[in-house]
């Protein structure tokens, strides 16, 4: 399978992931203390929503690059 069709076949299934879960969340460090023996630190979960628009794109541009458009 060419890189072509790899990267178009990648798009496809994000999307459609993109489309079934609609968001994703993640955990970002945000501050570290070390006073001595003393450790704190403050984690904040972060989360990023997919627009519908994005999943579509994502899923159309992914069958062009697989599947190639082909002239008549």
């Not at 023996?37 to 994005?54: C, D, G, I, R, Y």
Request: glycine share 14%; no cysteine; charged share 15%.
């Amino acid at each position: 399978m060419n890189p072509i069709k790899l990267a178009g076949l990648a798009l496809v299934i994000l999307g459609g992931l993109g489309l079934a879960y609609g968001s994703f969340a993640y955990t970002k460090d945000t501050h570290d203390l070390k006073l001595g023996p003393l450790e704190l630190s403050v984690k904040e979960k972060e989360t990023v929503n997919v627009p519908v628009w994005a999943g579509v794109a994502a899923i159309v541009l992914g069958g062009l690059l697989f599947f190639g458009v082909r002239k008549s």
